[in-house]
């Protein structure tokens, strides 16, 4: 499968078990992110078919860049894998633009059911 | 025990379980470990040997620390576990039980229902003896020992709940 994921995650435990998680779903290529200013430039930088963002991480939080690149116009689906697990952080998320919501402790089977959609989207628009 | 002791013991069981399911849930799931707890105690002051301990703050509505301390063995187990490696560097381990901390304190502040959402730190890794990490609030540390197929290790937590709560 021709996709391409960006992980931004500053745990490197995390981006590795994300990775292998999306190379199991036959995600082609991998890239990643170790902070939220990381995350702004890959996106604009590159083009992704999809982009998995942590919430709390430094230089600046997940949120932030999320919002940073909708107001570039970056329309590339956002799915938020954090441990902010409070109905508030998930409101606030997708009013800024997330197009999914993965709270942490997660399972593969979670992850893989988020994530397939968007894969399975952007493989038959390829 | 005097009533004021037993409306203490009874504030703190309240606000530590949702640290220990945060705990539960997260050995479960990132681990596929099913730890039992020990009794809830008073955290000791003593040193703490070569133990190495991911602490994160929160803050906002509610504030303070959890820490998850764990014997070198311990530490070492559950990185691989999590990363499914049978043998990891000390930074991949300094790595993995920051992100555990943070997993924990993440699922149990969603648990206090405040409206403001309770804001967490970065995590931060203590190695070695002879510290203890001080509150200016002088809240006490409170500690819940487990043991699990990984190795044992505390849960420690020093929290002021949200007003109201």
């Known amino acids: ?126 | 025990m005097s009533a004021a002791t037993a409306d203490s013991a009874r504030l703190h069981v309240e606000y530590i379980n949702p640290f220990v399911m945060g705990v539960m849930s997260t050995w479960k799931t990132m681990l596929r470990s099913e730890p039992k707890r020990g009794a809830l105690q008073l955290a000791p002051e003593h040193e703490h040997g070569n133990d190495t301990t991911a602490i994160v703050g929160l803050s906002g509505p509610a504030t303070g620390t959890v820490a998850l301390r764990f014997p070198p063995e311990t530490a070492s187990a559950v990185a691989g576990r999590m990363l499914d490696e049978s043998s990891v560097s000390k930074e991949a381990v300094i790595d993995a039980i920051s992100e555990l901390v943070n997993i924990v304190g993440g699922a149990a502040k969603a648990q206090f229902k405040s409206n403001i959402p309770i804001v967490l730190g970065l995590p931060t890794v203590i190695h070695g003896a002879g510290y203890r990490v001080e509150h200016r609030t002088g809240v006490r540390w409170l500690a819940v020992p487990f043991n699990s197929d990984l190795g044992s290790f505390v849960l420690e937590v020093a929290f002021q709940p949200p007003a109201g709560s």
């Open chain 1, 1 to 126: 499968m021709s996709c391409r994921v960006l992980i931004a995650d500053d745990s490197t435990t995390i981006r590795k078990i994300l990775a292998k998680e999306l190379h199991a779903l036959g995600v082609a290529e991998v890239v990643e992110a170790a902070d939220g200013v990381e995350a702004i430039q890959a996106i604009g930088a590159g083009q992704f078919d999809l982009v998995l963002l942590d919430w709390n991480m430094p230089k600046a939080t997940g949120i932030d860049a999320l919002k940073s690149i909708r107001a570039k116009g970056h329309k590339v689906p956002v799915i938020m894998v954090t441990s902010e697990a409070e109905k508030s952080r998930v409101i606030e998320a997708v009013q800024a633009g997330a197009n999914d919501y993965v709270v942490k402790p997660f399972t593969g089977q979670t992850l893989a059911a988020k994530v397939g959609r968007f894969i399975t989207v952007a493989a038959a628009a390829s």
